[in-house]
């Protein structure tokens, strides 16, 4: 083989590469596709009425709040600036009380279904 017959033979490669790496895109977007048809396929279905009465709850608990309350926040962490000024400098937010909240308010919308997985056979 000569130079010539070299890079034409590079061409082509690289050519069938490029095409391969388009089906490979392909293939990868059904994958992901797939994937999440998959994933949602065992998930209850809700309404848009349902999904609306969730989000409101949730955005009336969070407006409801009381983000001033200290008991909420935890390890709270003081430093002294060079100027002499006092700054927090830590501080952690205590999620218990906000989600114990969001959950019953949700729970609230809802009630409990049976599940026949839950039953137990007769003997």
Same mark, same amino acid.
């Given at each position: 083989?000569?130079? *010539?017959?070299?890079?034409? *033979?590079? +061409?082509?490669?690289?050519? +069938? ?8 895109? =392909? ?5 992901? &596709? ?5 994933? #949602?396929?065992?998930?209850? &279905? ?5 999904? #609306?009465? !969730? %989000? ?9 709040? %009381? ?22 400098? %830590? !501080? ?5 009380? !906000? ?8 729970? %609230?919308?809802? *009630? &409990? +279904?049976? +599940?026949?997985?839950?039953? =137990?056979?007769?003997?």
């Amino acid at each position: 083989m000569n130079a *010539k017959d070299l890079e034409l *033979k590079i +061409a082509g490669l690289q050519k +069938a590469i490029k095409e391969h790496k388009d089906f490979t895109g =392909t293939y990868e977007n059904d994958l992901k &596709e797939t994937q999440k048809q998959l994933e #949602d396929y065992n998930k209850p &279905e809700l309404s848009p009425v349902v999904m #609306d009465q !969730i %989000n409101s709850v949730v955005e009336s608990v969070l407006n409801g709040f %009381n983000w001033d309350d200290s008991d909420n926040y935890q390890d709270l962490e003081y430093e002294i600036d060079y100027d002499g000024r006092v700054s927090l400098s %830590n !501080i952690s937010f205590d999620t218990c009380e !906000i989600h114990e909240r969001i959950v019953d308010q949700v729970c %609230n919308l809802f *009630k &409990e +279904a049976d +599940a026949p997985e839950d039953e =137990t056979p007769n003997e």
